[in-house]
């Protein structure tokens, strides 16, 4: 007999291996606005993960899914070409740098950094990977051991992928140096450069807590790849897409990679991934050893194209640059009267608010009631970092001043009420 699930208990049957940070039953949304089932209205400044970056059901963005599902829904890559991923790479060399002139499509972040590790290990006939201390790539196992954000994402998996090792990450100008450094010597003691194949780096730390590295940092990565042909990976997973201000996050550092991954913002919320690196590097890809059903799928690369067509007409990357000012600005003054929230960081509207206790240890407490509380109040954000102790802004790029404005004063009540005041 068939079961019946009520409305009350349907839940039961998902996994727990999902947390669920609200009870929140969506509906629908539109720009940052998110509208429950019972009308109720709630500001997303989580963007679900810094993905919906032209906004919910950007009305350009939905039109071109429309049209695209009247004609074909699936396309494999394999056995036909079709327009939508024409339009798409016709886009994407629009923002790309063109040195990066061959592109390989998948669903998720984690799929595409899967794929930059194996073209790596073929373009280069070298196995082993540097990754660097709190960096996030994704769950799937090759990801998952270049993860290094949270014990958790570890935990009751390993061993894992063989042939990984770990350099540390600056969190200050300072530790340039000494990163920099300590990164030599393991190319001296753990991994010579003829079997390293790769170094893969989020130019702003994502996960692990929205740390933004100097340029002289990324610089000397980007220098040390090249002094012993180390192929360097830029997963541009969540900075991607207009989201710190400038299209992609390595432009700041005026820096190159060689392998760049692509996901979140680039569909606006349908799913899809991708790679992009030089036609000579995938040459060397042996043909057929890499694929997936799904990858480079129609609706999917109608939402892309679309995406970048908004976020070029709407000027979505300055608008972001200037937003992220702004909101930097507005938090920088909740930090003046709130000793506890020690740092405000960021690129653009990828902004982090760092959160320690009176001894200057890392307080995921705290951040984790204030989020609860901003939800209470009809503000969706999330928390980030190793210990969960930043509370990280990342609206969506069409985020109005007043939306902003709104956003900072019910995190400012947020933080009052958690008993942190000066004066
Ligand atoms: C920098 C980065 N890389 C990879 C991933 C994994 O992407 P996905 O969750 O789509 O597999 C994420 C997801 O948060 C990410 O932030």
Redesign the pocket.
Known sequence: MKELVSQADWKDYLSPVWPHFSDIMADRGMGAALIDQNGDRYLDFTSG??VTNTGHCHPRVVKAIQNQAEKLLHGQATIFYHKPMQDLVTELRQVVPSSLNSFFFSN??????ESAIKLARHATGRTNLICFQG??????VG?MSVTTAKRIYRLHYQPLMPGVIVAPFPSSEEETERCLEALEQLLFTQTAPAETAAMIV?PVL??GGYMVPSATFLQGLRSICDQHGILLIL?????GFGRTGTFFAFEHFRILPDIL?M??GMASGL?L?GIASSRERMEKWIQGSHGGTYGGNPLACAAAAETIRVIHDEHLVERSAKAGRQLVHLLQAVTRTHPSLVEVRGLGLMVGCEFRDGNGKPDGKKASEIRRRCLEKGLLLLTCGTHDHVIRWIPPLVVTEQELHHAVSLFAESVAETGDRLG
């Open positions: 993960i810094g998720s972040g984690s799929e595409a950094v960096g996030y790539h994704g769950r799937t990801a989020e994502g996960e997963d541009e997973v969540q900075s991954i996901a979140k799913p991934s």
